[in-house]
């Protein structure tokens, strides 16, 4: 022990009440190696860069900026976890100057993990020379430093799936070992592009070798083995809704997780009342070749099904449906309205991302893209339900929310949430304002 020193026994949840079990969380035992214990102290809370929740149990930790060991093997030494608001307050410390951090720790050896541990952090050091209060942070999941691809396999369908530990820009996959696959594959890659799925012309393979280039730079050699695993190329038609309920707006949407390369109207059976009608329309959707309308005049108490019989769709590389029946009715509610978003105090020159989101925050219905000479968003004939509204500020401006990078001291793209939730009414034609001033660049 050093002289003149004040030591805090950190108990965290270890001292437990004998009888009901209770922890006392977050109890200090404090002395002092000299004739005074030091008394300043720090206090704020812990929120998500993302949902802006507060968390609970992070670890806070403060590091004087002599011996900043957050990267390193040594452990802080002072710190605490947050409570069930998400607030903390370090006590009994000296003064000086100061790094603190928010870490979510995944193996509590209170030092950070990159990528796998979410962490937080002010840019500036703190100077303590009095009581701080309101210092508050947020924590994100850094980008990996070093790619990898997580997940590499042959899937039953008879498609490959890769799965990365991070976005990969503007990305292309070649195969190295079959010049028929890789002329005539097709390579689908998810909205985040942290995923892709392969379909091949050929699946009397053992492996594929394939080479993964981010920006035309080569990132990855993927060795997929294909294994034991028993492959039915088959195509197995989704429905939009899928709660057989139709209406006259959007009517029906028919789609695969397959590449569909047709849909033969002449092997559809559609059916009004157990009577076979043809004047339907089936049309493919102009911005994604892999949805298909199905458009009619549905009317109420009618009764409809919808057959594709074997073989009606099918993909690029022989795959094909088997007989599946879909059963409907009209949805004579009228369960749509109209919803004109403004949204004001916006910075000149930046794009704003807005996401209409459930309650939960975890489904995102739609994004669009806003700036100061176009500053509205309209929801035309919206299914009704309830929603709230997430902005991104677009700082690089490419239609993705950005993380941060605690190395490089850089913080994820600003967020801001619609405090309250709204109700889009049937047949309402409503307005609205949210203002951006949260989202201001300093």
Avoid: C
């Avoid at 998400?86 to 870490?103: D, M, Q, S």
């Avoid at 968003?377 to 929603?387: E, L, N, R």
């Avoid at 990078?405 to 405090?419: A, G, I, Q, S, W």
Wanted: aromatic fraction near 10%; hydrophobic fraction near 35%.
């Amino acid at each position: 022990m050093e002289k003149n020193t004040t030591y805090s026994i950190y108990f965290g949840k270890g001292l437990v009440d004998y009888n009901a079990g209770n922890a006392l969380v977050n109890y200090a035992y404090v002395f002092a190696t000299g004739d005074k214990i030091d008394s300043l102290s720090i206090s704020g809370n812990v929120k998500s860069a993302m949902t802006k929740e507060v968390l609970k149990e992070v670890k806070v930790l403060l590091i004087p900026t002599s011996q900043d060991s957050i990267f390193g093997k040594k452990k802080a030494n002072i710190f605490t976890i947050t409570d069930t608001a998400g607030n903390y307050k370090l006590n009994n410390l000296r003064e000086g100057t100061y790094r603190i951090y928010a870490l979510q720790e995944k193996n509590n050896d209170r030092i950070y993990n990159a990528p796998d541990e979410e962490i937080g952090f002010l840019k500036d050091s703190i100077v303590l020379e009095r009581d701080l209060t309101n210092i508050n942070l947020e924590v994100f999941k850094a980008v990996p430093k070093k790619f990898r691809t997580q997940e590499k396999k042959f899937e039953k369908n008879g498609s490959v799936l890769l799965i990365f530990n991070r976005r990969v820009d503007k990305p292309k996959l070649n195969i190295l070992n079959d010049e028929v696959n890789n002329k005539d594959k097709i390579v689908r890659f998810s909205k985040s592009s942290d995923s892709a799925t392969l379909f091949l012309p050929n699946l009397k393979i053992d492996s594929l070798k394939l080479v993964l280039t981010e920006g035309e730079k080569p990132l990855d050699t993927i060795l997929v083995r294909r294994g034991n695993v028993k492959i039915e190329q088959v195509i197995d038609p989704q429905f939009t809704p899928n709660n057989g309920k139709v209406d006259r707006i959007n009517h029906l949407q028919v789609s695969a997780f397959t590449p569909i390369k047709n849909i033969d109207k002449a092997k559809l059976k559609f059916k009004e009342d157990s009577l076979i009608r043809t004047n339907y329309q089936l049309a493919v959707d102009t911005n994604d070749s892999n949805i298909y309308h199905i458009r009619y005049n549905w009317r109420k108490d009618k009764k409809y099904q919808i057959e594709f019989t074997e073989g009606a769709i099918t993909g690029y590389f022989g795959e094909q449906n088997k007989e599946k029946k879909f059963d409907l009715t009209y949805d004579d509610s009228e369960n749509y309205g109209d919803l004109t978003f403004d949204f004001t105090d916006l910075d000149s020159n930046t794009t704003y991302l807005v996401e209409l989101i459930n309650e939960k925050k975890d489904r995102i219905y739609r994004m669009d893209k806003i700036n100061s000479v176009n500053p509205s968003v309209v929801y035309k004939q919206f299914p009704g339900g309830k929603y709230t509204i997430r902005v991104i500020r677009d700082d690089n401006n490419n239609g993705i929310w950005d993380t941060g990078d605690v190395e490089k001291k850089t913080f994820p793209e600003p967020v801001v949430y619609l405090n309250k939730v709204f109700t889009i009414r049937a047949n309402w034609e409503q307005k609205d304002s949210f203002s951006l001033s949260g989202l201001k660049k300093e």
